[in-house]
């Protein structure tokens, strides 16, 4: 059982998909509640994982392997660190929380929405536990299909257009990762004779500095893309806005952390000289600056709710790589710790929106005002999420978010002189988008009388609060979790860098 | 029973009472709501007192308690600091916060927040405010200091919006919340210098290498201390309304009158004072950033007094009192009287507490009525407010004996005579708020408790006295306005163990810190006390308070409204509050905030995401020109190809119809041709 635990994380989710192809469609009950029992068995086997991850232990652990294409090199190769570990508990959470929220969301193909969302479901965590690169590229382009189906068929007004935007984009992002990948598996082929794209392997390679630096971009167009830093945003809006709410929570909470988490598992540790050159390392830094601020000015003058929720992210990931190349352990755990209150917060804005998206059937902000006399829960959740969203302290944003600007600031003053702006301009577009839908007397004649928020909301939201609190009060336990992994991570590119400033 | 240990009970006791309210506050009546809250912060004034005697008891007058670790890269603990510093900062925030949470229970009985059960709401959010209050003043290190300090703004801006159905509520909660973080910026850039610095953001670690041989006083050269000691003033200057920051607080007073008292006069605007004489080791070693400090101080003071002249609103002019009497604690600071800024805190929570409790239960009595044009003549109708409120203006306007008069003097006498910081110049400004300060308040009593009665009968018919719950704390805080100065008198007054208590028992935390400026600078041998002298300028700010008082009661009293000098162009410039609030809604909110917001908006609807749309644009272009050229060119060629062989058979075609008539035609012509040309031709 424990050998294989990883594999049964990974495909619980399909398995699940399997039996549902079976079920009958005008069972929607039935159908619903099966991709709920998936989705919750697919959380419940990954808790024996953090259960018993051994956070003193160097390396990867629950490894397995297996032969794939023996010809080419490919192996089943996956296991975890500290990272991963947290990157999968995110994902099997917010996957559960996202599928049991489209319960009364999701009124037509139930049967194919929610075999979208499982399929997605292993394609992420595959992402997560692949050690062998082309097994993570496959995983990674498995990610794409469901999400467009996602967006494409369940969404809004303009969901053709975001479908066919996200899918594009990404996929151009990623198929310059391809190029770098391959790149990576000649040169060690031509170092060693033997065909492998084993990460561990493919670390042990020599490379020149300029020649890690053009795999460093090739990779940092398909990462990039993906967080999505600044210029390579605009596909994140339109998608966040026209998907499901289920699909924006997931596409935030969890998709994204794909594009970080590759900035973290492959740009670093493999090309160390390259993600230590002063100009990458410079240009990634004001990319997330300019990702912070940029990100919550446009946020501020937004009039569509969910679309200021999707500017908020850019807001937010620009912390998140910041963090990753400040290159050092407080930057780099602050970053991954963020990138799972991301989630968390994120997560339960985009499940406001949703909330009351499913009641009026508008995202004018305009359309609001006043909403905390008729549904004061409501209210009380959206505070805080906001809280959560904007920094403040005993909730997690503010633990990540103070971790990543003590990194920065160690790294460069200048970065934090800039990144510590966010912190306000976050605060003045959460205030304000509060203000103008809940404070205030009830203005418009069909918010009077909306439902407060039902058991089955409740039973969304209060996980996510209880979670943002928990982090926020005692963040140890990740910090323990994430110091072997990072550390190492420093090391490496540390280590590297200077090596090199030896031999000059 | 130790307290000491028990210390952190403090901060959790009024958490517990907050989270019921919020939890199960609904399902509570008012007589319940009104025992827990109260309770809750009475139980942490006695645990307080009980650990500040057994402090004092202590050989070395520190006492810490560590819970758990927080954020291990910073080194920062969920841990408590009981010194005499915070020591008196408890038992003000617990002792004073009581007393207005009593008062709360009788003024918001009537007060129904915009939903029903606004009650349980408004002391759940006022518990919940103590207990981030007490965490900031007990904190062992800057970041949970900082936990503190946004936890009271958050605190600030729910109970600033309590009424939330107003737009002018939201305005202001937003605006104080937003002002507020701009000075947190600072603070956290602050902390991570400090850090870097001394490698520790523990108070007691920080304040040990600072005051190690390690760090000399930054005295000709702006340093990375005196930057770090500005970042923090600049938090300092939000949280408790500096200048250029201070623009939130009278907004604040949207909030309920309760809460102005505790938050917006007593306790939450003090904090930044509090930490800046928790890092007095720090501002020691700068005198560069000191002067910045003690500059804004009065420049604070005199500004936001000069206000405070002429608006009509009876919490505004209270609101600007604050901001000036912060700009003195400052001022104080910013000279290295550390003790005397937070023996001024001390002693203006007493009665700046107790002046915001009297106009609440004035606007109780006027059935909600705040302008003071339309008041008068309430002395006899509610005594025991007009009596409380009699005594706190004396004191806030420095009458000897009274607190205000203690702690006022000796700021403005360490102005004065501070050795290497004092100014006289600050003292002149000092001394002109004071006469301002006395004039205000005085104008305010008079308005509102002398003359003609100017309400509305109805109103008229209405006032009457606030039940015992609100005056009792009202009696109180009056006790307080006049003895708790008494522990902090001047020297010349007399030396002994009681008349300097406060002195004595702050000493451990600031004296040192003083040592090492005195020993670093060269000619800073400890001041001589000029008795003469420290008389005469008593004698002066007296003579400032008295006419400051006449002053008022001549325009206001004697004069009729239309003799009363207008004050020609300054007038509306200081109704208008400098027009500050319209400049930075023009630099900040419209220009930098929405102008910037809407220009990089368009930017990424136009620019990058045309950028996107023109490749998208461009593929398809291209895919339509290669779509062309495979119709056309490609296609063409075949189809060319095609219609050349076609063109050229044209004529040949006609020869193979298929017709076999048409065959034997042409074999029979072809025939008769070859006859015809043997025929003919030979």
């Known amino acids: 059982m424990q050998e294989h635990l990883l594999s049964i994380i990974l495909f619980t989710p399909l398995l699940g998909v399997l039996v549902l192809m079976f079920l009958p469609r005008s069972q929607k009950t039935l159908v619903r509640l099966w991709a709920n029992i998936s989705a919750a068995a697919g959380l419940l086997v990954s808790i024996p994982l953090i259960v018993n991850f051994n956070r003193n232990a160097d390396g990867m652990q629950f490894v397995e392997r297996m032969d794939w294409i023996p010809s080419m090199g490919v192996q089943y190769l996956i296991g975890v660190d500290g990272i991963s570990v947290l990157m999968v508990m995110l994902t099997t959470i917010m996957g559960f929380l996202a599928i049991f929220s489209s319960w009364d969301a999701v009124k037509d193909r139930e049967k194919e929405y929610y075999a979208m969302f499982l399929i997605q479901q292993t394609g992420m965590i595959g992402v997560f536990i692949s050690m062998d690169f082309l097994l993570f590229y496959v995983f990674w382009e498995m990610v794409l299909v469901p999400m467009y189906f996602i967006i494409g068929v369940w969404g809004g007004p303009r969901k053709l257009y975001a479908a066919i935007k996200f899918f594009l984009y990404t996929l151009a992002g990623g ?108 240009v990634l830094a004001t990319l997330s600056i300019i990702g912070i601020l940029y ?68 995202r004018e902000i305009s359309e609001y005002g006043g909403l905390a006399h008729v549904m004061p829960n409501y209210a009380i959740v959206f505070a805080i999420a906001m809280l959560s969203s904007a920094g403040l302290p005993l909730l997690n944003g503010f633990v990540g978010e103070f971790t990543i600007l003590q990194g920065a600031f160690d790294a460069n003053k200048t970065w934090a002189a800039f990144a510590v702006l966010g912190v306000i301009f976050g605060a003045a577009y959460l205030l304000w988008l509060y203000q103008r839908t ?67 | ?101 009593v008062y709360a229970t009788g003024y918001m009985a009537h007060e129904h927040g915009p939903r029903h059960g606004g009650y349980y709401r408004f002391f759940g959010y006022l518990n919940l405010f103590v207990f981030f209050m007490l965490t900031l003043v007990l904190a062992n290190n800057y970041p949970l200091l900082f936990v503190g300090w946004e936890g009271v703004g958050l605190c600030s801006y729910l109970l600033i919006g309590f009424y939330f159905h107003k737009k002018s509520a939201g305005d202001a909660g937003k605006k104080a919340f937003i002002v507020n973080r701009i000075g947190d ?74 809460v102005s008292a505790l938050i917006h006069a007593a306790t939450m605007v003090t904090a930044g004072v509090y930490m800046c004489a928790r ?32 608006q009509n609103d009876i919490k505004r002019v209270l609101a600007y009192s604050t901001v000036s009497q912060l700009g003195y604690m400052f001022l104080a600071v910013g000279v290295g009287a550390y003790w005397v800024g937070v023996f001024h805190l001390y002693t203006h929570a007493f009665f700046k507490a107790l002046l915001f409790l009297g106009a609440g239960s004035v606007i109780h009595a006027m059935s909600g009525e705040q302008d003071m044009r339309n008041m008068g003549g309430l002395r006899n109708k509610i005594p025991i407010t007009f009596g409380t409120m009699f005594i706190a203006s004396l004191a806030i306007a420095g009458i000897p004996g009274l607190a205000g008069f203690f702690s006022k003097d000796e700021i403005l006498w360490q102005t004065w005579s501070s050795p290497e910081l004092g100014s006289k110049v600050l003292w002149v400004v000092g001394f002109l708020t004071a006469l301002m300060t006395a004039f205000y308040m005085w104008r305010l009593m008079f308005m509102t408790f002398f003359g003609e009665p100017r309400m509305d009968e109805k109103t008229k018919h209405h006032i009457h006295e606030s039940p015992k719950t609100m005056t009792i704390p009202l009696m109180v805080l009056a006790g307080g306005s006049v003895v708790a100065g008494w522990i902090g008198m001047p020297k010349v007054f007399g030396e002994n163990g009681f008349m300097q208590g406060l002195e004595h028992w702050l000493a451990p935390v600031f004296e040192s810190g ?51 000098p207008t004050g020609g162009f300054i007038y509306p410039v200081l109704l208008n509050k400098w027009y500050v609030d319209e400049l930075y809604d023009f630099l900040f909110v419209n220009g930098l905030s929405k102008g910037g917001g809407t220009l990089m908006a368009k930017f990424d609807t136009n620019v990058i995401d045309g950028g996107v ?20 060119i490609v296609d063409g060629l075949v189809n060319l190809t095609a219609f050349t062989v076609r063109a050229l058979s044209f004529p040949v075609r006609f020869l193979q119809t298929g017709f076999l008539q048409s065959y034997a035609l042409v074999f029979i012509a072809g025939v008769l041709g070859i006859f015809g040309y043997f025929w003919w031709g030979r």
């Not at chain 1, 999707?310 to 990753?324: E, K, M």
Request: glycine letters at 8%; proline letters at 4%; a neutral charge.
């Open chain 1, 175 to 282: 198929v310059m990762m391809l190029l770098g990948i391959l790149t990576l598996y000649f040169v060690h082929f031509g170092q060693t004779g033997r065909y492998t794209f084993e990460i561990a392997e493919l670390m042990k390679l020599n490379m020149p500095l300029g020649l890690q630096q053009w795999v460093f971009w090739a990779f940092f167009l398909g990462f990039a893309v993906k967080v999505p830093m600044f210029p390579f945003h605009t596909w994140l809006p339109d998608a966040h806005t026209e998907a499901p709410t289920a699909g924006s929570v997931i596409l935030a909470a969890v998709l994204l952390k794909m594009g970080t988490y590759g900035f973290l598992r492959f740009s670093l540790p493999l090309l160390p000289k390259a993600s230590s050159d002063h100009t990458i390392v410079t």
């Open chain 1, 295 to 362: 990100g919550a000015f446009v946020s501020l003058m937004q009039k569509d709710w969910k679309k200021l929720v999707a500017y908020s992210s850019v807001s937010h990931l620009g912390f998140c790589t910041l963090g990753i190349f400040a290159l050092n352990q407080a930057g780099i755990a602050g970053s991954v710790i963020q990138q799972i209150n991301h989630g968390i917060s994120t997560g339960m804005l985009f499940l406001v929106v949703g909330v009351i998206y499913e009641r009026r059937h508008t």
């Open chain 2, 1 to 101: 029973m130790n307290f000491l240990d028990l210390i952190w009970l403090i901060p959790i006791l009024p958490l517990c009472g907050a989270a019921l309210m919020l939890l199960f506050g609904r399902k509570l009546s008012k007589a319940v709501v009104s025992i827990i809250c109260p309770g809750s912060v009475l139980a942490s004034f006695i645990l307080s007192l009980g650990a500040v005697i057994q402090l004092a008891g202590l050989k070395e007058r520190t006492h810490q308690v560590v819970l758990f670790t927080w954020l291990p890269q910073l080194h920062a603990d969920f841990g408590y600091l009981l010194d005499p510093l915070s020591s008196v900062m408890i038992l003000v925030v617990t002792g004073i916060g009581f007393l207005i949470h």
């Open chain 2, 613 to 632: 749309n023109g490749t998208a644009w461009l593929t398809r272009m291209v895919s339509r020109i290669s779509m062309w050229y495979d119709t056309w």
């Open chain 1, 438 to 504: 809940m404070l205030g007397e009830v203005t418009n004649e069909k918010n009077k009388g909306l439902p407060d928020l039902n058991w089955r909301e409740w039973a969304v939201f209060l996980p996510l609060i209880l979670w943002a609190i928990s982090i926020g009060v005692y963040p140890k336990p990740y910090f323990d979790i994430l110091e072997k992994p990072v550390a190492q991570i420093v090391h490496r590119v540390h280590q590297t860098a200077n090596t090199e400033a030896a031999i000059r």
């Open chain 2, 185 to 258: 910026a600072g603070f956290i850039l602050g902390m991570f210098f400090l850090f870097q610095v001394t490698g520790s953001l523990r108070f007691t670690e920080v304040t040990d290498a600072l005051r190690s041989a390690r760090f000399g006083p930054e005295v000709t050269h702006f340093g990375i201390l005196s930057l770090t000691a500005l970042l923090l003033f600049i938090g300092a200057t939000g949280k408790s309304a500096q200048l250029p920051l201070y623009v939130w607080l009278p907004d604040a007073m949207e909030g309920p009158t309760p």
């Open chain 2, 279 to 310: 890092s007095n080791a720090l501002f020691a070693l700068t005198p560069e950033t000191s002067h910045i400090v003690a500059a804004v101080g009065a420049c604070t003071a005199i500004f936001a007094a000069s206000i405070g002249l002429v």
């Open chain 2, 514 to 564: 003083r040592e090492v400026a005195h020993a670093a600078v060269e000619h800073g041998a400890a001041a001589q006390h000029d008795t003469t002298m420290e008389w005469v300028l008593m004698g002066v700010s007296i003579g400032a308070a008295l006419s400051g008082i006449f002053l008022a009661r001549h325009i206001y009293l004697r004069m009729k409204a239309e003799d009363r």
